[in-house]
């Protein structure tokens, strides 16, 4: 897996942080999250219908909504 988003990550694979795309108030809100450039991620769950991930990054528990999701680009760990 190369160049992907986080919503073409299965559920229990883990993957790094490449990059983290948008403007400066999606940076804003990455750092609010704590996702940053060479985190590794674990994708927990993923609820249906677009609805949120449920992610393990830096051992805390995360929730990201579909969009931001789509923004935070992996790859393989």
Known sequence: MVN???LQ???GEVVRIQSLE???TLA???RQYGLFIG???RVLRQA???GPLLLEVNGREIALGHGIAARVIVEAA
Do not use: Y
């Open 48 to 50: 249906p219908f677009d």
């Open 22 to 24: 948008g403007g400066k």
């Open 4 to 6: 992907n988003n986080l």
């Open 9 to 11: 990550v299965q559920v």
């Open 28 to 30: 804003t809100k990455f």
């Open 39 to 41: 985190d590794q991620v």
